[in-house]
């Protein structure tokens, strides 16, 4: 089976800007959990879709968003960019649909830069 | 605050010796697992180890989990320079499905 894969990999914006990320997961996978890594605060969880609904969510603010198609794709936008998002956007997929987390299956990555 | 903890933060080591690494927690948990990063790149799983089990073992890795202690480790024997890269232990919190947390990790460097 095809990893998880994110679009785009590199991505450069200025503050003010909004932004979309996209992640396509594993074939089957319904969960898809966004994570946000950066050297400070590390890896930091954003929120987590299963069969487009949000079952999750971290404490970001509002200008983080996201959604879940019916084929499972997910797509995070940020508004209004600050230099603080930039960071690694790391996408997992997994089969998760219990009452557990089950494994995450990661993408490479987005790398977003706010200039 | 990070849920999980990790010691220590660097290590460096020589090719052949083994590596250990700890994780502490501070809830119940459904599970606990470990990843690899390489290089500022995406994770790879490495093993998941649930709240009833001690401990695992996945080739030259093994791992154990003390629930007691909210506590497990990672070892890693007869490490390889391609061992070299950044692991983090992610706990699964009970009732909070889809959501890992993740320690901050360890940087390990293994010398040839």
């Known amino acids: 089976k095809a990893g998880v894969t994110q679009t785009p990999r590199y991505l450069i914006k200025t503050r003010g800007q909004q932004v979309t990320l996209s992640c396509s997961p594993i074939?089957?996978?319904?969960?898809v959990s966004w994570y946000q890594q950066t050297p400070g605060q590390g890896l930091q969880f954003l929120f987590e879709?299963?069969?487009?609904?949000?079952?999750n969510k971290g404490n970001f603010p509002g200008r983080f968003s996201g959604r879940q198609f019916s084929n499972s794709r997910s797509e995070m936008n940020v508004s209004t960019l600050e230099l603080g998002d930039s960071a690694l956007y790391l996408c997992?997929?997994?089969?998760?649909?219990?009452?557990?987390?089950?494994?995450?299956?990661f993408g490479p990555g987005t790398r977003l830069t706010v200039l | 605050s990070q849920q999980g903890e990790e010691d220590p933060q660097a290590l460096s080591i020589q090719e052949g010796e083994n590596a250990t690494m700890n994780c502490s927690y501070k809830?119940?948990?459904?599970?606990l697992q470990w990843y690899r990063q390489n290089s500022g790149r995406g994770l790879v799983h490495l093993i998941l180890?649930?709240?009833?089990?001690r401990e695992k073992h996945s080739g030259r890795l093994r791992v154990t989990l003390d629930t007691s202690k909210k506590s497990s480790s990672l070892l890693i024997t007869a490490s390889r320079a391609a061992d070299t890269a950044s692991y983090f232990c992610?706990?699964?919190?009970?009732?909070?499905?889809?959501?890992?947390?993740f320690g901050q990790g360890t940087t390990l460097q293994v010398k040839p």
């Open positions: 992610a706990t699964d919190v009970a009732g909070n499905t889809g959501k890992l947390i």
């Open positions: 809830t119940s948990i459904n599970n």
């Open positions: 180890i649930r709240s009833n089990e």
């Open positions: 997992a997929s997994s089969t998760s649909g219990g009452f557990a987390t089950d494994t995450q299956y």
């Open positions: 879709y299963f069969s487009e609904t949000q079952r």
């Open positions: 074939s089957g996978h319904r969960s």
